[in-house]
């Protein structure tokens, strides 16, 4: 078996262009983990002018935090679309956001305890 | 670059918004990634999609741009709300391996990784442990057990995955919520033991 599919630096995919406008990288939401929870804040009530349909369907349902990846699944969009909307109400002061903490953050020995209780309930 | 890491842009509803924890179930095609996270979370699996351009090798000789295809790649997941301050994800993998790049996506920040095996095609989960060693990520092999497979010895199934003794190796019926439940249960302890020490 071949196994060295993951060892190249760059492999032949790359993200798309076209379908964000080139917005890809430079977006403010192009690093937005799968998990990173995306809710709105009560003060952005008044600051609709110039959001699209689809900004406005995800600062809907972000009444209650959600996760990038159900904001994809719920409005049938492509990861990386959903990315750049959410970096776009980012940048406008609309919602925040909270991704993973990363493994070279501090040990988070409090965090495993606190899945380990909770699935221990379940 | 704006990192979207917990402290910033954050005085406002710091209480509220949960700590997003993500758990991989990684394996080969048709080992159960799907039954297991279906089994264990608490909405029904949610299916999204990533859009991926693929460079074909050749310029095309007439416009001297290169070909591209574009391909998707499925992603299923599941949630469990924890606590009000934390909300795990269990994310299955993506079925073909040659998606590097999104397994490489899913496993940064992650827990750890169930990694399930078919003891019928145990190289179908090659790739996968292979991964996540490398990655110095924690992970756990659960044994699938289907029924008309057979049954072997924990010693047996290390033996043939070249699996190291400090990795768990466990039993599961991935359609059995309390049993993948265990799974992970087992993993983030493993993830625990792993952390470095003080
Ligand atoms: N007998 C048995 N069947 C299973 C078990 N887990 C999964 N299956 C079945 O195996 C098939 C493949 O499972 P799926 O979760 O889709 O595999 P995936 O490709 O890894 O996501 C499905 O038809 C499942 O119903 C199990 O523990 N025992
Ligand atoms: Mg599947």
């Known amino acids: ?122 | 670059m704006v990192s979207p890491s917990s402290d910033d842009g954050f005085d406002e509803g710091a209480d509220t918004i949960p700590t997003p924890v993500k758990i991989i179930v990684a394996g080969g095609f048709g080992v159960g990634k799907t039954t297991m996270v279906g089994s264990v979370s608490e909405i029904p699996p949610l299916t999204t999609e990533e859009l991926l351009t693929e460079a074909s090798d050749g310029i095309d000789d007439l416009a001297g741009v290169e070909r591209k295809t574009t391909t998707t790649v499925a992603l299923d997941f599941g949630r469990i709300t924890i606590s009000p301050k934390h909300v795990l994800y269990l994310f299955g993998t993506p079925g073909q391996d040659r998606f590097w790049f999104m397994w490489d996506e899913l496993a940064r920040g992650a827990i750890g990784c169930v990694v399930l095996v078919d003891t019928r095609r145990l190289d179908t989960s090659f790739a996968a442990i292979d991964f996540f060693e490398r990655r110095k990520i924690p992970f756990i092999v659960a044994v699938n057990c289907f029924d008309d497979a057979q049954r072997y010895e924990e010693d047996e199934i290390r033996a043939a995955l070249a699996v190291p003794s400090h990795v768990p190796i466990v039993m599961c019926d991935a359609r059995k919520r309390d049993s993948a439940k265990l799974a992970l249960i087992r993993l983030v302890k493993h993830a625990m033991s792993e952390l470095p020490v003080g």
């Open chain 1, 1 to 122: 078996m071949d196994d060295g599919w993951y060892d190249e630096a760059a492999g032949p995919l790359v993200r798309p262009y076209a379908i964000t406008a080139g917005r890809t990288s430079a977006s403010a939401g192009a690093n937005l983990d799968v998990a990173t929870q995306v809710m709105t804040l009560r003060s952005a009530e008044t600051t609709d002018g110039g959001l699209t349909p689809e900004h406005l369907q995800i600062k809907r349902l972000c009444q209650k935090p959600l996760s990038v990846a159900e904001l994809a699944a719920h409005m049938n969009l492509p990861l990386g679309v959903i990315r750049v909307l959410c970096g776009d109400l980012i940048e406008r002061g609309v919602v925040i956001v909270r991704s993973p903490a990363q493994r070279v953050e501090a040990p988070n020995r409090e965090l495993l305890q606190a899945v380990l209780d909770g699935l221990s309930k379940l």
